[in-house]
């Protein structure tokens, strides 16, 4: 990744092979933000007519790259967008300035070095500057983020090689920890985004839980792997009744960070179907390339887990990742067939392409066994999510509306886009089955909702819980934006970091 440093050097004077500057859309034209005074200056006080000159608006997602005069030290400046000019007095939006410097990262990949001259008047503007940048640098190498080819194309897209914060005051403790903070949580989104878009050949349950386990070795987690034989003599029907038509075979990881003096613990429970073809209920044409993302979920979870370890959150969390690949073979889960999932209840399965679901009841039966304060499920779950909320939005369902509206707040608080849904108590009958206690499918509409609500059939009674739907965002197929890449995005990792600071700290009941 990308390195980061917080740089005492103004605009004018910093050696870089760039200098990032944000422009803003004012009623006039476009407006230069703080942090670029001297960079202004050298421009006589003209650069924002320069840069209008040049087509430059202030908009979002703009990037506009001018030479720079002879009062600089960086051979160019680069001017990024940062929407609407706040009011008189105001400051810039954290979301604003997170998706201008993942836009300026993006502009500048295969340079060297950047100074980046964006408005940071306080500790958390500096992290969502950190944070964007680190992000948006981000570049998938097979190997390993940044592994480098040997070719020129490789070399002018390697990422961002160094990010030098400006204006950001290293001797300071908040803006320090800020930067720290911006690095681990941009890390361990990477460390996901990897996983996401490694080939499914490469990440099957085995491979995924072996990268926990060494994980856990470096960061001093648990890490507690159930191999197939363990699950099946454990009962575990959910994720043995997926995996079974595939040569890889499942695994359950239990991943546990523990503080000392923490006084809550979360469980987040995550889908991660390494691979999903549908199983018998086979995939059309045209629906299987992107599937390797399916494990999104797990990811995620796990990413979320380390990231708490390295920031020594006051919490204990506690990651489950349901890993399977869904395929299918003689041996196969057939529509039809009935599981006895862990905890005992019955499924019929109506559709073997519902199978997130099946993984996700299991690890949620098993998580609510140790009775955490909460439990969170993050999973790539539903098509009617996409439908209901587009690709850069993951719905948010709960069996309790305050910890629902928590958790849309801390989304929102993080830049990361959802909203709360609800769980219509007369979508249960339609999961009714003649032969066991539910089945996996339900009627159409409302289809995510209906995944909402099967799966909190597994949550332990008296236990708050919240799921996450993030079909849509958690993999991105158009072109790159802000700090979001192509392929993998690492969502609700944000979120779920933040849950557990909140909870750490107390703010949450």
Known sequence: MSALTLSTSSAATLRADAIVIGVAKGPKGPVVAPGAEAVDKAFDGKLAAVLETLGATGAEGEATKLPAPSGLKAPVVLAVGLGDAPAKDDAFGYEALRRAAGTAARALAGTKKAGFALPVEDAEAANAVAEGALLGAYSYRPGGNGAAKKDDKAAKSAPLAEIALLGAKPRDKAFKAAADRA??????????????????????????????????????????????????????????????????????VRIAYTHPKAEKTLAFVGKGITYDSGGISLKPAGHNETMKCDMAGAAAVFAAVVAASRLGLRVNVTGWLALAENMPSGSAT?????????????????????????????ALARASEENPDAIVDVATLTGAMVLALGNRTFGIMANDDAFRTSLYEIAEEVGEQAWPMPLPAELRKAMDSPVADFANMGERMGGGLLAGIFLKEFVGEGITWAHLDIAGPAYHESAPFGYTPKGGTGSAIRTLVRLAEHTAAGDLG
């Open 334 to 362: 057939r529509p039809g067939d009935v599981l006895k999932m862990y905890g005992g209840k019955t499924v019929e399965v109506l559709n073997t392409d519902a199978e997130g679901r099946l993984v996700l009841g299991d």
């Open 183 to 252: 690095v681990t949580v941009a890390e361990e989104v990477n460390r996901a985004r990897d996983l996401v878009n490694m080939p499914p050949n490469d990440l099957d349950p085995k491979t995924f839980a072996a990268a926990a386990q060494t994980a856990g070795k470096e960061f001093g987690l648990k890490v507690e792997v159930l191999d197939e034989k363990a699950l099946l003599k454990g009962g575990f029907g959910g994720i043995m009744g997926v995996g079974r038509g595939s040569d890889a075979p499942p695994r359950l």
